[in-house]
């Protein structure tokens, strides 16, 4: 459960960029979570809201948080096959050998925000 | 009004990282950042080290746990110098709190550091904290099963110490399929076993070391 901590270092992201233009108040924060991000999108929601509640910094009461979930996707090295991993998510479906290397999934960024 | 940010979260943390790594790099102290379950056995594992190597290195220790100085004070026992780093109920390590520690070492008078991670297979592995190498240690009680249940941990390291190889013939840890997820998972890496308590294995840990050693003294 690391995810207020994250929470407080996005927070901080946008806080000091938000600051930089003079917006006053933050309305909306995009992210992109990736399945093997070892981010919980649930568990940054809750952390979202408690930070959210103690009316931290320049977000507004009503600020909304939006999770785009990036989906783990990887592509073989030997035969360019791409495919969904499995737990064993090198190893190629198609031709067996231990060639894929993880193409989508593993991001975790601030994207976007809105404010005024 | 609408800002395209595209920013990494952990970029704070990665500032600092590399930063420490900077440090480590001007003072060629070999960094090994050690990750595990609690209970794994990180903390005999480098007692063993400190006392089998602590003649021909001059070792330093940063210990991160929630509470106590329990770990710091097993390995000051051997002599080595330890620093405790309390997280007040933090589940991992970041740069910054390393950062804010190193003061205490002169790293002139280091060789190799090793950072003993918060006991947990999940969190420590998204940080990067500057270290050279990154360690997984496992142990035979808690199942192979945690190699694929635990991906992230065991993509971002690039060695596996599989402890507690004794308690084998007793459990039903099977190795072969521990070997065999961990090529999926990570084809680089690498599982070595290891007793920490009787220490069987140890010496291929300590090759290891000496190894890893010489590559930064020759940078």
């Known amino acids: ?116 | 009004m609408k800002v395209l940010l595209e920013e990494e979260v952990l970029t704070d943390n990665n500032l600092s990282a590399k930063f420490n790594r900077d440090l480590f790099q001007t003072s060629k102290t070999l960094v090994i950042n050690l990750m595990s379950s609690p209970g794994a056995g990180k903390t005999t594992l480098l007692e063993k080290t400190v006392a089998a190597l602590g003649e021909e290195f001059r070792i330093g220790v940063i210990e991160g746990d929630l509470a106590t100085e329990k770990d710091a004070d097993r390995i000051r026992a051997l002599g080595a110098k330890a620093v405790q780093i309390n997280t007040n109920g933090g589940c991992h390590l970041d740069a910054r709190m390393v950062a804010k520690v190193l003061p205490e070492f002169d790293f002139e008078e280091i060789d190799l550091l090793f950072i003993e991670n918060v006991g947990n297979l999940v969190c420590p592995s998204g940080y990067d904290l500057g270290q050279h190498h990154k360690v997984a240690v496992l142990s035979v009680p808690e199942g192979n099963d945690k190699i694929p249940k635990y991906p992230v941990m065991f993509r971002r390291t690039e060695m596996v110490i599989l402890n507690k190889v004794d308690l084998l013939p007793y459990l039903d840890f099977d190795v072969q399929m521990a070997i065999e997820d961990l090529k999926g998972i990570n084809p680089e890496s690498k599982l070595l076993q290891v007793s920490a308590r009787t220490e069987d294995g140890l010496d291929e840990w300590f090759a290891w070391i000496r190894a890893a050693y010489k590559q930064i003294e020759a940078q």
């Open chain 1, 1 to 116: 459960m690391h995810e207020m901590a994250l929470m407080g270092d996005i927070l901080q992201l946008v806080e000091r960029d938000a600051a930089s233009r003079e917006i006053n108040q933050i309305e909306k924060i995009e992210l992109v979570v990736g399945d093997l991000s070892n981010a919980l999108p649930d568990a940054l929601e809750m952390a979202f809201t408690v930070f959210r509640a103690r009316g931290i910094g320049r977000l507004s009461s009503n600020a909304q948080l939006i999770i785009l979930k990036e989906h783990a996707k990887a592509k073989c090295t030997v035969c360019a096959h791409e495919y969904e991993p499995e737990a064993r998510l090198t190893i190629c479906p198609e031709c067996q050998l231990p060639s894929g290397r993880l193409i989508a999934g593993e991001t975790f960024k601030v994207q976007s925000y809105e404010g005024s």
